[in-house]
Nanobody, 124 residues
Framework: QLQLVESGGGSVQAGGSLRLSCVVSGYTVTSHCLAWFRQAPGKEREGVASVTNGGSSTYYADSVKGRFTISRDNSKNTLTLQMDSLKPEDDAMYYC?????????????????WGQGTKVAVSS
């Protein structure tokens, strides 16, 4: 059973940066796709970025391309999301998720393990 714990959220002004981290315990993640999702109040959970088990392939939502960077360190069982040029529309709860498969999917329902979330607040 994987356990995921996010950290790094906070409050920033538009244009600022934050770095989210997710530490995974309970099992090695070398066979898992890892991803970040977010959910704003009243909206559906959406995929932000994902990275395949070996780190060779990444996906970004159009809304964050060029601003966010996802990375993973399998030796440390960690996942990171560097968020730059933040916008008010990035304001949401951010979740780390793991999918027991080498490939990633965009649908949040295909992920098996979730963290508790970390809040990102962006003011204009």
């Amino acid at each position: 059973q994987l356990q995921l714990v996010e950290s790094g959220g906070g409050s920033v002004q538009a244009g600022g940066s934050l770095r989210l981290s997710c530490v995974v315990s309970g099992y090695t993640v070398t066979s898992h796709c890892l991803a970040w999702f977010r959910q704003a109040p009243g909206k559906e959970r959406e995929g932000v970025a994902s990275v395949t088990n070996g780190g060779s392939s990444t996906y970004y939502a159009d809304s964050v391309k060029g601003r966010f960077t996802i990375s993973r360190d399998n030796s440390k069982n960690t996942l990171t999301l560097q968020m730059d040029s933040l916008k008010p529309e990035d304001d949401a709860m951010y979740y780390c998720a793991a999918r027991y498969a080498t490939g990633c999917r965009r649908e949040h329902t295909t992920y098996h393990y979730w963290g508790q979330g970390t809040k990102v607040a962006v003011s204009s």
